[in-house]
């Protein structure tokens, strides 16, 4: 049978259907609005990250409707277990769990498509259509159907509103004339390893911090069916290191391969299990720079707006945020003038950026990572600290404050 022609208009078209454009598309569809998400691979598709759901991930994903679904997919975990570079380790009590982004993403594009929302693959975005300065609908370079990955012709849709979700890398934002910064907030490198025999051995999420992997730190999430994620990220990565006089790009390579040597269960894992796939690497964008939110027509969420926390790399459940609020601005001002919901979408994420500026802040520690020692020995000796870092992942505690002059003063005699 020949395929039905692709449409070519909709009320809202939402570029990109990780968490934020589902979020948004499925909270558009369920005003009853005519929403159109467009991705330029097929579902289920894979995605780099580190796949852990912390508390605001939670919240997200229960405004959506899909917790329960998540829940039953997804490895529960109940500690954060915070490693120093000499050893020391406590582990933070939270609401947690691990779900790779390939297993997520689709749950969440099906809850945007039982929603309403018409899903259309794969479409590579190439360039907004403008009237004047403003955004009336895209061009899409289309891909092969059958095949998902040759070229094929380009294919225009008209919308009353764009939304762009189209992740950390620039293109998408550059080609909306939205991208402030070409390089990413950070990098990170991730695989998967299947280990049964480590199930019961690495039960937390562990974060580990060491001189060796300075400007970042190293992860093993602990994923459903005996696989676990295991990775390396690297916040501020546009910056460079000082090597004899010139400068030295840094190897992310060779930072997971620090990683597995000085964390003995990293390495355990790496010599035991089997590596599922390849090691792959993704930009971030952090702390809601490096892109402006809108233009007329047009709004901007997810990664691309930078919804990443720089200490922490998280970021699905600040996706999802945004795509909401990008979806609510829309359907607020309805029937407004243009300057009125870009007024209140981006007003929505100015309210979110102290936040973000409080987890700058803390970043510090992963270049300086004899931090974490500090707070670590601390925390194993005082209960208050303790539930003040499980605060910071509940999100109701400003983790900034444990890393200014007066927070570690606090720190060392309360």
Not at 275 to 293: D, H, M, N, T
Request: proline share 6%.
């Amino acid at each position: 049978m020949p395929e039905a022609p692709l449409p070519t208009h909709c009320d809202v078209l939402v570029i990109g259907a990780g968490p934020a454009g589902s979020a948004c598309a499925q909270t558009l569809a369920r005003a009853g609005l005519d929403v159109l998400l467009v991705d330029q691979h097929h579902f289920p598709r894979d995605k780099v990250c580190g796949d852990g759901l912390i508390p605001d991930s939670h919240a997200a994903l229960k405004r959506l409707g899909v917790f329960d679904e998540v829940a039953s997919l997804a490895q529960p975990v109940q500690h954060v277990r915070c490693v120093g570079p000499r050893g020391g380790q406590v582990d933070v009590p939270g609401h947690l769990s691990v779900l790779p982004r390939k297993v997520l993403d689709h749950v969440l594009v099906r809850a945007a498509q039982r929603a309403g929302a018409r899903l259309l693959t794969p479409l590579r975005f190439e360039a907004p259509l403008v009237e004047g300065e403003r955004v009336v609908g895209a061009r899409f370079r289309a891909l092969d159907r059958a095949e998902g990955g040759s070229e094929g012709g380009t294919h225009e849709i008209s919308a009353r509103w764009v939304v762009l979700a189209t992740g950390a890398v620039p293109q998408g934002l550059t080609a909306a004339g939205l991208c402030e910064r070409h390089t990413p907030s950070g990098v990170a490198l991730r695989g998967y390893v299947h280990c049964p025999a480590m199930v019961g051995q690495i039960t937390q999420l562990q974060i580990v911090w060491h001189k060796r992997l300075r400007g970042g730190y190293g992860w093993i999430f602990p994923a459903p069916g005996g696989v676990f994620n295991i990775g390396a990220g690297l916040t501020g990565s546009h910056r460079v290191e000082q090597g004899k006089g010139r400068k030295r790009e840094l190897n992310l390579r060779q930072m997971f391969d620090a990683f597995c040597e000085v964390h003995a269960p990293a390495g355990e894992l790496m010599r035991q299990g089997t590596l599922q796939g390849e090691i792959k690497g993704a930009p971030l964008r952090c702390s809601l720079r490096g892109a402006r939110w809108s233009r007329p027509g047009l709004l901007v969420a997810g990664e691309a707006a930078g919804t990443t926390y720089a200490f922490t790399g998280e970021g699905i459940g600040k996706a999802m945020e945004s795509g909401m609020l990008a979806a609510e601005a829309l359907l607020h001002e309805r029937d407004a003038p243009d300057a009125a919901v870009q007024q209140r979408h981006e007003a929505a994420l100015h309210a979110l950026q102290p936040k973000f500026d409080l987890y700058d802040l803390a970043s510090r520690v992963n270049e300086h990572p004899w931090l974490a020692d500090l707070v670590i020995w601390r925390a194993r000796r005082s209960s208050r600290i303790l539930r003040r870092m499980t605060g910071v992942l509940e999100e109701t505690q400003n983790p900034g404050r444990l890393f200014t002059v007066a927070g570690l003063r606090k720190l060392m005699f309360e």
